[in-house]
Each structure stands twice: as structure tokens, then as C-alpha cells.
């Protein structure tokens, strides 16, 4: 009796002592971002990024995680591209997804692609945090958006996106 006591309380113990340290959920984080299409394929042809123009987006949004491993990402995306002596906000990206953490710092968002273009979509993303301070952290991340419409052939591009996330 005294030995199952004991037990109990050295359980309860690290139980409180456990549910103090955790992080709350549903967790808010919002992050900014610089993305560069490096290569584009399609049935016509292949559009490489720096060559005769340059393409570069600006991922900003937030993301709800429900629990340690899952979570709700909304993300909007203006594009430029400047090409000459011309430069324009070409596209505005809605892109809202689900992320599951993949563990060791890790992400896989799987987001729904609706540009003010016309074309749609998806993109899946393997993202990394790379450096994690107390009060941000730093990543880099690999999309691989795939678009259709607009009377455009299919299209699939690579992209290399870094950011901060707070």
C-alpha cells in the first residue's frame, strides 16, 4: 500500500510537472517569406528563373496548429517579375493548406492553389526550420507548385523559399 502510494505521487508529480512545461494549443504563428522559381515545365516549354527575366514571391501568412502535429496554414502570395526595363505584381496567390509536422524540425504543408491569374492548383511543400531562437526561427523550404487553366498547358515549377517565422 505504501509502495502504490508512492508511486502515485511520484506520477502526479511528473504529470503536473510535464503539463506545466508544454506549449498550448491551438498555437498561433505568422511568418514572411522570399520565394524563387527556379524552373517551370509544361508541355510547350521549360521557363527557367534568371535568365531572360526574374520571378520572386512573397509568402506571408499564418498558422494555426491544432495539436504538436498537425495544423491550418492560410498564405497570400503576391508575385513580381520584372523583365527589361519592366516590372509588375503579376499574380496574387491564395493559398490555403494543412501542415503535419514531420519531426526534427521538419514540415509538410499540402496546400490548395487560387491565383488571381486564373490558374489553380496545388503545392506541396517540405519546409525545415534551420535556426529557432526564443523569439523567432528561421527556415528554408522546397514548394513544388503544379497549376492548371486559364488556357495555359499544366504546368509544374521547383522553387527555393527562406523565411522567418515568429
Same mark, same amino acid.
Given at each position: 500500500?505504501?509502495? /502504490?502510494?508512492?508511486?502515485?505521487?511520484?506520477?502526479?508529480?511528473?504529470?503536473?510537472?510535464?503539463?506545466?512545461?508544454?506549449?498550448?494549443?491551438?498555437?498561433?504563428?505568422?511568418?514572411?517569406?522570399?520565394?524563387?522559381?527556379?524552373?517551370?515545365?509544361?508541355?510547350?516549354?521549360?521557363?527557367?528563373?534568371?535568365?531572360?527575366?526574374?520571378?520572386?514571391?512573397?509568402?506571408?501568412?499564418?498558422?494555426?496548429?491544432?495539436?504538436?502535429?498537425?495544423?491550418?496554414?492560410?498564405?497570400?502570395?503576391?508575385?513580381?517579375?520584372?523583365?527589361?526595363?519592366?516590372?509588375?505584381?503579376?499574380?496574387?496567390?491564395?493559398?490555403?493548406?494543412? /501542415?503535419?509536422?514531420?519531426?526534427?524540425?521538419?514540415? +509538410?504543408?499540402?496546400?490548395?492553389?487560387?491565383?488571381?491569374?486564373?490558374?489553380?492548383? +496545388?503545392?506541396?511543400?517540405?519546409?525545415?526550420?534551420?535556426?529557432?531562437?526564443?523569439?523567432?526561427?528561421?527556415?528554408?523550404?522546397?514548394?513544388?507548385?503544379?497549376? +492548371?487553366?486559364?488556357?495555359?498547358?499544366?504546368?509544374?515549377?521547383?522553387?527555393?523559399? +527562406?523565411?522567418?517565422?515568429?
Amino acid at each position: 500500500m505504501i509502495l /502504490l502510494r508512492r508511486i502515485l505521487v511520484i506520477t502526479l508529480l511528473f504529470l503536473s510537472y510535464n503539463s506545466f512545461s508544454q506549449t498550448t494549443y491551438p498555437k498561433i504563428t505568422g511568418y514572411f517569406g522570399i520565394m524563387h522559381p527556379i524552373v517551370t515545365f509544361n508541355s510547350e516549354q521549360t521557363n527557367v528563373n534568371f535568365r531572360d527575366y526574374y520571378a520572386v514571391g512573397f509568402p506571408t501568412g499564418i498558422n494555426i496548429w491544432k495539436s504538436q502535429k498537425i495544423g491550418f496554414s492560410f498564405e497570400v502570395v503576391p508575385n513580381i517579375r520584372a523583365q527589361g526595363n519592366s516590372d509588375k505584381v503579376t499574380n496574387l496567390l491564395f493559398h490555403p493548406g494543412i /501542415l503535419v509536422s514531420l519531426g526534427n524540425g521538419y514540415t +509538410f504543408a499540402g496546400r490548395a492553389a487560387f491565383e488571381s491569374s486564373g490558374r489553380y492548383g +496545388f503545392t506541396p511543400v517540405i519546409n525545415k526550420t534551420v535556426i529557432k531562437n526564443d523569439n523567432c526561427s528561421y527556415f528554408v523550404a522546397v514548394p513544388l507548385p503544379v497549376r +492548371f487553366g486559364n488556357d495555359h498547358p499544366a504546368s509544374a515549377t521547383i522553387g527555393f523559399q +527562406f523565411g522567418i517565422a515568429f
